[in-house]
């Protein structure tokens, strides 16, 4: 039996809990999250500090699925745009997930405390988000949870680069995916298809735009959409294309206009499109 690992009924080996603490010094618990436990912790013969996910299978069924399918997905990928695994382990009472450790704090925030935001700044992280979705689906993997809290920047002194995360919804594509998944708040109701409902009409409302908006008849309202490029709203349009046969693929995206191009603006959107993205998502965000 190797060394520090645990033999229990049904035949499978298990890390000791030593195993994990010889290795790393946990330290400062970032914060709790529906499935899993996030804090930082310090590889001791290295010196290096790294992100760490704690999943306590005590939790149930769905965090320990949500766990083993992470570890699953991310033992298989290897990309500059998503955050890399370094190590994972398995007790008999958690689930350990390493990953490097991205400084730079997530786009939703970054946003946020920006004084200017510019279609050519929105333009470089889809055109990243892009890539790592190109190459998800080139190894017929889908997030399903992509969204701005789960988009970092790496290092905190150069908002270029930018990394995705948190994949234990993420699934493969071997035929249709019926299961519904992923963020509720962010569905119809939002940006970019925002409303004024008021707020005891808006669950019925949400239910008459998603199907509005299934079925391919949205529109670009005044006056949240005035200050956004032909472009933009083009790649949209694509993007949003209900013939699955006829939408754009992450792959082609790359050499759209808006992305590739002269076609993203370089208008100020903070104090317009932005007012509303904060006053929406951060709703979800928060709530």
Same mark, same amino acid.
């Given at each position: 039996?190797?060394?520090? /690992? ?15 603490? *010889? +290795?790393?010094?946990?330290? %400062?618990?970032?914060?709790? +999250?529906?499935? /899993? #436990? ?6 001791? =013969?290295?010196? $290096?500090?790294?992100?760490?996910? $704690? ?19 991310? +033992? ?22 390493? =990953? ?10 970054? &946003? ?43 290092? #905190? ?23 519904? /998944? ?20 808006? !669950? @019925?409302?949400?239910?008459? &735009? ?6 391919? *008849?949205?529109?670009? *309202?005044?006056?949240?959409? !005035? ?11 694509? @993007?949003? #294309?209900?013939? %699955? ?30 007012? %509303? ?5 951060? $709703?979800?965000?928060?709530?």
């Amino acid at each position: 039996m190797p060394f520090g /690992c645990l033999a229990l009924r049904d035949g499978r080996m298990y890390d000791s809990i030593s195993d994990v603490t *010889d +290795k790393y010094e946990f330290g %400062q618990v970032l914060r709790a +999250k529906e499935f /899993c #436990e996030l804090c930082l912790a310090k590889d001791r =013969q290295r010196d $290096k500090l790294f992100f760490c996910k $704690k999943f306590l299978k005590k939790d149930g069924r769905k965090v320990r699925k949500a766990a083993k399918n992470e570890i699953m997905i991310l +033992k298989l990928l290897n990309h500059p745009n998503i955050l890399q695994l370094i190590d994972t382990f398995e007790t008999r009472k958690e689930y350990f997930i390493f =990953q490097d450790l991205a400084t730079g704090g997530d786009v939703f925030d970054w &946003i946020l405390d920006q004084g200017n935001y510019t279609e050519r700044d929105a333009s470089n992280v889809i055109r990243q988000v892009l890539e790592a979705v190109a190459y998800l689906h080139s190894l017929n993997i889908v997030h399903r949870n992509l969204k701005l809290e789960n988009l970092m920047y790496y290092t #905190e002194n150069n908002h270029n680069k930018v990394v995705l995360r948190d994949f234990y919804l993420s699934t493969f594509e071997n035929g249709p995916i019926t299961e519904p /998944c992923g963020t509720p708040e962010y569905l119809a109701g939002n940006p970019p298809f925002y409303d004024e409902t008021e707020e005891e009409n808006t !669950d @019925l409302h949400n239910r008459i &735009i998603f199907c509005r908006i299934v079925a391919g *008849d949205f529109e670009f *309202d005044s006056p949240y959409w !005035d200050d956004i490029s032909p472009a933009a709203k083009e790649l949209v349009c694509r @993007l949003m #294309e209900v013939d %699955q046969m006829l939408r754009i693929t992450a792959q082609d995206a790359l050499w759209h206009e808006w992305i590739a191009g002269n076609g993203a603006s370089e208008k100020n959107l903070k104090d317009g499109v932005c007012a %509303q993205f904060e006053k929406n998502f951060a $709703k979800a965000k928060w709530r």
